[in-house]
C-alpha cells in the first residue's frame, strides 16, 4: 500500500485518482501507523513552500526517519521542493534536508512568463529509474514558480529548458522527487507513477 | 520551451455536454465523464469544464459530477460557471479541479480576482472573457456576462489588462461572434488581448478546421487554443490536430 500524505494542501486527491487509476492500493492519510506500515510514500502538493511545511508539522520527522531507514519516497511539486534544505519563498523556510540544495526563484526572463506553467520537455537520463520505458525526452505538466537548485553531488538531476537548465527531477538513493505533476501528465506521467510503484514493491 | 495547448471544452447543461453556434441553438454532444476521459486518454493538454446553467446561481450539484469526471481525467482540469466566491472556489478546486475560471462574478466585483490569487496563486485563476464585437467599431469588443445575455459597456481589452493586474493567471477569450460557426476564430480580437497582457490567452469560438487553429497561435498570438464542436463531432482526433500544428512548426505536445 502506498500513502499519501494527507496535510491540508491542495491537489492531494489528484495525486490518488491517478494512483488508482493505475491499479495502485493508495490511502490517503496523516496517521503515524499507516505512514510507518506502508510501501512507499507519496508527498504532493500545490501549496506555497512555507505554508506546506508549517502543514505538514511532525510528519517531516517521521518522513524524513523512514526515508532515511530506506522507504522510498515521492516527492511531488511543493512536496519535492521541500525534500531540499531550505526555500527562500516569502521569506526563509527550511526543507527536510533529504537533498542538498536550495529553491530559488526562477529567474526573470523577459521572453518567459513566471509561474512557468504548461507543458515542458525534460531530458530524461537513462540511469533515473522513474523514467524506466520513456525514452530520452518526454513532455511534462509544471506550475510552479520557484525551482531547486540541486548541489548534491549524490543526487541524479534530470532538467528541462526554461531559458536555462532547469532541475526538473531528482533521484538520490530511496528518495525520489519531480518538480512537475505526473498526476496531471497524461499518459507519461501516469508511467512515472506506476514505475515508482514498482520502484516499491521492488523495495519491499 | 512551453509547447502550445489544444483544449478541448465541455460546455455543460443539466449534466449533458452541449454545444451551441453563437451561444444559442444547443445541441447534445454527450456525458461530461465519458466525453471527459476519452480526450484525457487521447492526449489533450487541458480540459474546460463549463458549467453553462449555473451563471447566475452557483451549483452545488456541479461538485459532484466535477468530482466525477476528475476521476478519469489526468491532465490539468479547468472548471468555472456561476462561481461568485472564494469558498466556492475552494470546494470547486477540492473535488479535483486544478483551475477555477471565473466570468460574470469578476465583472460584477474585480477584487474577487485578488482574493482568489492570493488564497490559490494566481496559476489557479482564469478569467473568462466573452467578448462580442461592438457596433460600428471594427476594432472594438464588449465585455457581455451571463452566458452572453447580458452586454456591458466594458471594453475587452481593458478589462483583459485590469483582470491580469488584479491576479488572473491565464485569460480565456471567446468570441461570441464566431462561438460554434466553424468560421475561424476572430483573430483581431485574440491579438489585441494577447499583445495587451503578458498572461497566456486561450482563444475560444470558431474552430472548424485545422488552419483555424494553426491561425489562432500563429495570428492571434494565441497561447492555447480552446475547441468543442470539431472534437466533439469527431471531426479531428487530438492527434490529428497536433499532428498537423507540429508540421507547420509549432511547438506541441506528442505523448
Known sequence: ?204 | MLTKRIIPCLDVKDNRVVKGIKFLNLRDAGDPVELGARYSDEGADELVFLDITATIRFRKTIIELVEKVAENVFIPFTVGGGIQTVEQMDEILRSGADKVSVNTAAVSKPELLTEAAQRFGSQCVVLAIDARRAKDKPHKWQVCVKAGTEPTEIDVVEWAIRGEKLGAGEILLTSMDADGTKAGYDNKLNKAVSDAVDIPMIASGGAGKLNHLYDAIAVGGADAVLMASITHFGNYTINQIKDYLASRGLPVNIQ
Open chain 1, 1 to 204: 500500500m502506498i500513502v499519501v500524505i494527507d496535510y491540508n494542501v491542495g491537489n492531494v486527491k489528484s495525486v490518488c485518482n491517478a494512483l488508482r487509476h493505475i491499479g495502485c492500493q493508495v490511502t490517503l492519510s496523516r496517521k503515524r501507523e499507516t505512514i510507518e506500515d506502508s510501501t512507499g510514500i507519496v508527498l504532493p502538493g500545490v501549496a506555497a513552500f512555507g505554508y506546506a511545511i508549517n502543514q505538514l508539522g511532525e510528519l517531516a520527522k517521521l518522513i524524513k526517519k523512514l526515508t532515511l531507514d530506506g522507504k522510498p519516497l515521492l516527492g511531488i511539486c511543493v512536496g519535492y521542493q521541500m525534500l531540499f534544505d531550505q526555500s527562500s519563498e516569502y521569506g526563509r523556510h527550511d526543507g527536510l534536508g533529504l537533498i542538498s540544495g536550495s529553491v530559488i526563484p526562477i529567474p526573470i526572463n523577459p521572453q518567459l512568463c513566471v509561474p512557468h506553467m504548461g507543458w515542458n520537455q525534460v531530458k530524461l537520463p537513462d540511469d533515473m529509474d522513474l523514467f524506466t520505458g520513456l525514452g530520452k525526452e518526454k513532455t511534462f505538466y509544471f506550475a510552479h514558480s520557484f525551482y531547486a537548485d540541486v548541489t548534491d553531488l549524490q543526487a541524479k538531476t534530470a532538467f528541462t529548458d526554461y531559458g536555462f537548465a532547469m532541475p526538473a527531477a531528482v533521484q538520490k538513493a530511496n528518495i525520489y522527487g519531480v518538480q512537475f505533476h505526473p498526476e496531471k501528465s497524461s499518459i507519461t506521467g501516469l508511467k512515472v507513477l506506476k514505475n515508482f510503484v514498482e520502484i516499491c514493491l521492488r523495495n519491499e
